[in-house]
């Protein structure tokens, strides 16, 4: 079972980076979060607010079984996660857990199905049904 907890690093990015950020994170919708630090002094868990990254609902990835729990992370992706919580030092206990998922080699591209395609699609169809329409009114 997935953790109740998520950890992870904040980073502070100037806005040119943030733009950056936004532009390239497709599929993903930023939400505020507010963030409990590791090690705060005095014992009491220091609170500061973090803008996050998150999946959008828009963008799934639709397996054969159509159950939801059946997509996993590509290899490559959850080594990247992995190797940045070892280097970050994340809680031990939310590391193995991030060992013990599974994976597959890679998302296969039909699996995918976001707005961007779905309007895609509909383009691509409007213009065949416009190139059949015009064959056929020529006949």
Do not use: M, N
Request: negative net charge.
């Amino acid at each position: 079972p997935a953790p109740l907890d998520v950890h992870g690093v904040i980073y502070r990015v100037d806005e040119g980076d943030w733009a950056r950020l936004l532009k390239s994170e497709v599929g993903y919708r930023v939400v505020s979060v507010d963030v409990e630090l590791y090690g705060s002094e005095g014992g009491a868990q220091e609170v500061v607010s973090a803008s996050a990254f998150v999946s959008d609902p828009a963008l799934r990835i639709l397996v054969p079984s159509g159950d939801p729990r059946e997509p996993k992370p590509t290899a490559r992706y959850l080594d990247l996660i992995q190797s940045g919580a070892a280097f970050h030092q994340l809680d031990e206990d939310y590391q193995a857990w991030l060992r013990g998922l599974d994976t597959v080699p890679r998302v296969p591209r039909e699996y995918l199905d976001t707005r961007r395609d779905r309007i895609t699609k509909a383009g691509v169809l409007a213009v065949l049904a416009s190139l059949l329409a015009a064959y056929v009114s020529h006949l």
